[in-house]
């Protein structure tokens, strides 16, 4: 099985700041590979896909990066409603797995 | 609008079975491939498992965790997705959503749209 390692799995920021967030796959994955955000309560909602395309409707501010063992996923510009838990997911190859969660709090 | 609703949880002894539904609305349910994916109180994510559509046979891939125990099947007649999830365990205890694939975009599908999940607690 592929193992997805996030990190951090925490961090505290403030309204307006840069955000990295890094996942590494325990073998190479191409691009195949998905960001998702999920609020308390609800289901995640898809990114990015494709590491690195925008899903539509979803704001500029997020991009993500990387091919192989590699990705980020950066928000340029902290919001009050990006404060959730990130998780990135790797389609590779079965199964299906998913990162452990970048959870985002504010400072 | 592309709506995904869960049904079918609730409490259930160890040993026994539940049958979780997913009902849709909102797109053209027979062109999509669907997924079950899990996540237990306060933790990550976890796929549980995937069904292709009509064009790919309605073929079925699972987690190891549940395989042989859970069975995916669809009705594209009804517009819904099924889970029907036997010899349950306590570690199956979780929140189950089922979400729309999309695709193949580079050669992959990728989850566009979840529901909002229906929880299923294990436990004696």
């Known amino acids: 099985d592929i193992q997805l390692t996030q990190s951090p799995s925490f961090l505290s920021a403030s309204v307006g700041d840069r955000v990295t967030i890094t996942c590494r796959a325990s073998?190479?994955?191409?691009?195949?590979l998905a960001w998702y955000q999920q609020k308390p309560g609800k289901g995640p909602k898809l990114l990015i896909y494709?590491?690195?395309t925008l899903q539509s409707g979803v704001p500029s501010r997020f991009s993500g990066s990387g091919s192989g063992t590699e990705f980020t996923l950066t928000i340029s510009s902290l919001q009050p409603e990006d404060f959730a838990t990130y998780y990135c997911?790797?389609?590779?190859?079965?199964?299906?797995?998913f990162g452990g969660g970048t959870k985002v709090e504010i400072k | 609008e592309v709506q995904l609703v869960e049904s079918g949880g609730g409490l259930v002894q160890p040993g026994g079975s539940l049958r979780l539904s997913c009902a849709v609305s909102?797109?053209?349910?027979?062109?999509?491939?669907m997924d079950w994916v899990r996540q237990a109180p306060g933790k990550g994510l976890e796929w549980v498992g995937r069904?292709?559509?009509?064009?790919?046979?309605?073929?079925?891939e699972y987690a190891a965790s549940v395989k042989g125990r859970f069975t995916i099947s669809r009705d594209d007649s009804k517009n819904s997705l099924y889970l029907q999830m036997n010899s349950l365990e306590t570690e199956d205890t979780a929140v189950y959503y089922c979400?729309?694939?999309?695709?193949?975009?580079?050669?992959?599908?990728?989850?566009?749209?979840w529901g909002q999940g229906t929880l299923v607690t294990v436990s004696s």
């Open positions: 494709a590491a690195s």
């Open positions: 069904t292709r559509n009509k064009a790919n046979s309605y073929t079925t």
């Open positions: 997911q790797q389609l590779s190859s079965y199964p299906l797995t």
């Open positions: 073998q190479g994955i191409s691009s195949y």
């Open positions: 979400a729309r694939d999309f695709g193949p975009r580079g050669g992959t599908y990728y989850f566009d749209y």
């Open positions: 909102g797109f053209t349910f027979s062109d999509h491939y």
